[in-house]
């Protein structure tokens, strides 16, 4: 059942005894009625209640309801609300034909019958709340099918594709729809013959696997299941079809099969015991040196039962060895890891125990077991075994890593604390070039000359600090090597045995010490230098100061000489008092003592004072030939914002003060970008002389100003960056800047965006879009606007919506060049330079080619001073820069429309 309170109708009419009537029937119903006896009142409430019925007089004082509806239907918004016409008997038949060409959805005609208003309003409630749902479906629907990560694709009777989804046009490329799907077939396939019985009805689904043509070449495999789509007669009339791609999974398979071959070869011809063992506990395959090493065949243990009671005859030992074998598997398999190694003492067939170390992998619910003789080596270990202890204790007391180099074999053993101290481990290769490569690359010719030509040359002491980096986590230590040569009964060396210390804690102690040195004298250098510029900066006003006052007392002095000198003197009083001002903010900075207090701010206000302060700057200093431009990203309604006022004038201002003293020609232009996450940036960008990359940080710093080559052309104390890095820090702001030897400079800085809550954006948005209708009224017109930047197409289609004009917005070159044919339904092109997949200036002589009367207005960011003679030559008819100017742009296009 329909709801009517969830109905809201808006009725305009100007007669005030017939709205009362209409809204007393319509409340009588149970719908949420809300009245207008006007045009203008009529919008404004549209625009905040978005009502789904409008009830709308055709004759009204200040315009008609077919304007209105003309307004209404043109704004997407709005262009959904259903408009029902209500017209006297002695509306003439054509303006009500008008009404339902300008978008109307029906009319009645006054006066009307209640029985006649009411179904009228049901019939249309209906129709809405069935739309409401249709949108939601296709919706649903179109999100569904697009973001599925598998591919689907339509294709009609002919087999050429019709529609796709994201993954499909990802695969197979944006030009995908209107070709045939053969043409993406690779190889010689017989695809077309095993589907053919699709369309003519023998299935309605079918699976396929087919080798298909990616978008970039390479050759894919892909599993098909196709469905036919029939019409209302059952009759085939295309195919839905559904794909993933399965290369990787094809090629594993085959991998795979050749990886079991590989490995029954491989475990045949292994240098170790190897046998295989099944979920069932059959030991079903075991090579050739298992046999020669333990007797048994597999008449001997045909099941792991059998094993244990040959190898292991002892009943508690086997008990121990089962137990911690099926431990060990279980983890195994658990943890997706190998079978962990173990030491058992295993009975061969012979009688002979040997000592053998078991591990394995597992595969599946199977395991591969190994075997390694550890039998000759357990005796050896056992005499090294004391000697190792000791030498372990000593050197973990003293924290020395011990070596022993055997000279005539290159090769050399160490302690565990001397592997820590390197980072290797045992399967390091330990030579006098593995040695080597472990030292710094600094410091490696010389340590290996050191122990050439002094230790092996001269039978010297090994006695040296040096660099190292640790092979295992890549940082640098400071070690110191002590060492001895062993010499034979001709005084030749036979061995190196030394320790190794790490030394990098004092090392660095005394590097810290050191560049505490040399800090505390660059501080004493740099505090120095500035209080001689300081100084100099002080005096140099203070001169003409005091110089320019004493003569005022002359009283010969001239009228015009005495304001002349007067104004020296203030102006001289302002940089010394910007300089004052200067020192005191830093100090405050630094004391930890400086406030601020958030108010509401009008950026561009703030621009605009700015940009009138240093206009008048540059005409007293006579920079003239520099232009100074302010950029804002918002309009005036929206640019409101909580934040420091203060901080941000003064901050924009010395920005602002250094682009203009370091900048001799061009421009200085300055602004604020759309803010983004929680955050405004803002800039101040200059055509001067340009930082250098090794000062960017430099410059902030206090006092490294004073360090500049060109000081005395350009002064300054060098605190007014540091006072702006330390103020937009209180606010949890930053600074930076880019910028490159004679390439000018871009100082950013990014506050915290807070948008002043209480202000009212509709406040002069009608009025302003009226005042636009009023003196650019392009109705009629035929805009094509091509922007490749979504937000930049939102934009223009705001600003150019009040005029009237009918956009159609697209956004690449490929959607442009579709469009060849319908040109002529067009008035004007404003055409986007740069697009992501052509050249604008290109386009431009394309479509001038086609038809060489359509306007066109080319727009760029890069604004050279070369782009408007590209755009003249490519044939444009006009030419904007970025960021677009309402007004500007209203006044270039104005002109063509007045023409077309």
Not at 889 to 897: E, G, P, R, T
Request: glycine share 6%; net charge negative; hydrophobic share 40%.
């Amino acid at each position: 059942m329909i709801n009517n309170s969830e109905f809201k109708i808006l009725v305009v009419d100007d007669e005030p005894d017939q709205l009362k009537i209409t809204e007393h029937l319509l409340r009588k119903e149970h719908y949420a009625v809300k009245t207008a006896q006007n045009g203008m009142e009529c919008l404004h409430t549209i625009r905040m209640d978005k009502p789904d019925l409008l009830m709308l007089d055709v004759v009204m004082p200040d315009m008609s309801g077919i304007d209105i509806c003309m307004i209404i239907k043109s704004d997407p918004a709005l262009s959904s609300v259903y408009i029902i016409l209500l017209s006297g008997l002695k509306i003439q038949t054509d303006q009500i034909a008008e009404g339902l060409e300008t978008g109307a959805d029906g009319y009645i005609i006054k006066p009307y019958k209640r029985r006649e208003l009411l179904a009228r309003i049901e019939a249309a409630h209906r129709t809405i709340s069935a739309e409401k749902k249709l949108r939601i479906l296709q919706t649903r629907t179109d999100v569904i099918l697009s973001e599925m990560p598998d591919i689907i694709m339509e294709v009609n009777r002919n087999k050429v594709y019709t529609w796709a989804n994201h993954a499909g046009y990802q695969f197979f490329g944006d030009d995908v729809i209107g070709k045939e799907a053969a043409f993406y077939f690779e190889e010689d396939q017989k695809t077309y013959e095993i589907v053919d019985p699709l369309f003519y009805g023998a299935d309605d689904i079918f699976y396929v696997e087919s080798w298909q043509k990616r978008k970039d070449g390479e050759k894919r495999l892909l599993a098909w299941r196709c469905r036919v789509l029939k019409d209302e007669n059952g009759k085939v009339v295309g195919a839905l079809s559904s794909a993933r791609d399965i290369t990787q999974a094809k090629q594993a398979e085959l991998a795979m099969m050749e990886s079991e071959e590989r490995f029954r070869s491989l475990v045949k011809l292994a240098p170790i015991p190897l046998c295989f063992v099944n979920r069932e506990g059959v030991l079903s395959y075991f090579n050739d040196r298992f046999i020669r090493t333990f007797g048994y065949t597999s008449a001997d243990i045909p099941t792991l039962r059998e094993w244990w009671k040959l190898a292991y005859p002892d009943e508690g030992y086997r008990r121990w060895v089962v137990e911690t074998w099926e431990k060990a598997v279980a983890k195994a398999a658990r943890e997706g890891i190998d079978i962990e190694p173990v030491e058992y003492n295993v009975t061969c067939k012979n009688g002979i125990v040997r000592v053998m170390e078991i591990s394995g992998i597992t595969i599946g619910e199977n395991f591969l077991a190994s075997f390694i003789d550890l039998t000759g080596h357990k005796k050896a270990e056992y005499a090294l075994r004391e000697n190792e202890h000791m030498l372990r204790e000593s050197q973990e007391v003293a924290r020395l890593g011990s070596y022993i180099w055997d000279l005539s074999e290159d090769l050399w053993t160490s302690s565990k604390i001397l592997d820590d101290i390197f980072g290797i481990d045992e399967k390091y290769i330990r030579s006098l070039k593995g040695w080597t490569a472990l030292i710094h690359p600094d410091w490696q010719d010389t340590m290996h000359n050191y122990v050439v030509d002094e230790i092996l040359g001269k039978l010297k002491r090994f006695d040296k600090e040096y660099k190292i980096i640790n092979k295992k986590n890549g940082k640098e230590y400071w070690v110191h090597g002590l060492g001895r040569l062993e010499l034979d009964q001709d005084n030749k060396p036979l061995k190196l045995i030394g320790t190794i210390t790490d030394i990098s804690k004092r090392k660095q102690v005394e590097v810290e010490l050191l560049k505490a040195k040399n800090k505390a004298e660059e501080s004493d250098r740099l505090k120095s230098v500035f209080l001689a510029n300081m100084s100099h900066e002080i005096r140099t006003p203070m001169n003409a100061i005091v110089g320019f006052a004493g003569m005022l007392s002359d009283p010969e002095l001239s009228e015009d000489d005495r304001n002349r000198f007067s104004g020296i003197i203030q102006s001289r009083s302002d940089d010394l008092m910007h300089i004052i001002n200067d020192l005191l903010e830093i100090s405050r900075i630094e004391s930890g003592n400086a406030t601020f207090v958030k108010q509401k701010v009008f950026l561009n206000s703030v621009l605009d004072e700015m940009e009138e302060v240093f206009r008048q700057k540059l005409e007293r200093s006579n920079k003239t030939n520099i232009r100074l431009v302010a950029e804002k990203a918002m309009f005036d309604t929206d640019s409101n914002i909580v934040t420091d006022g203060l901080i941000l004038r003064q901050v924009l201002s010395n920005l602002i003060d250094n682009a203009v003293k370091y900048t001799e020609s061009g421009s200085v232009r300055f602004g604020y970008n759309t803010p983004v996450n929680g955050t405004i940036t803002f800039y101040v960008a200059d055509t001067g002389i340009g930082i250098s990359q090794e000062n960017h940080h430099v410059i902030f710093e206090h006092f490294r100003q004073a360090e500049s080559q060109d000081q005395q052309k350009y002064g300054g104390t060098g605190l007014g960056l540091s006072i702006c890095k330390g103020s937009l820090a209180l606010l949890g702001g930053e600074i930076w800047v880019e910028s490159s030897p004679g390439n000018g400079s871009t100082f950013f800085f990014r506050l915290p965006f807070e948008p002043d809550k209480e202000k009212n954006q509709s406040t002069g948005s009608v009025l302003d879009k009226q005042t636009v209708r009023a003196t650019y009224n392009w109705s009629g017109k035929k805009i094509l606007l091509v922007e490749d930047e979504q937000t930049n197409m939102d934009f223009l289609q705001i600003i150019l919506g009040r005029t009237n004009a009918e956009l159609i917005p697209i956004y690449n070159g490929s959607q442009l060049k579709a469009m060849y044919d319908n040109l002529d339904s067009f008035d004007l092109v404003l055409l986007d330079i740069r697009l992501p997949d052509a050249n604008g200036w290109d386009l431009a002589k394309e479509i001038k080619s086609i038809r060489p009367g359509l306007k066109i207005v080319a727009q760029t960011a890069y604004a050279m001073s070369t782009d408007r003679k590209k755009s003249e030559e490519a044939g444009c008819d006009g030419y904007i820069s970025k960021p677009i100017r309402k007004n500007e742009l209203y006044q270039i296009l104005d002109k063509f429309m007045l023409r077309s």
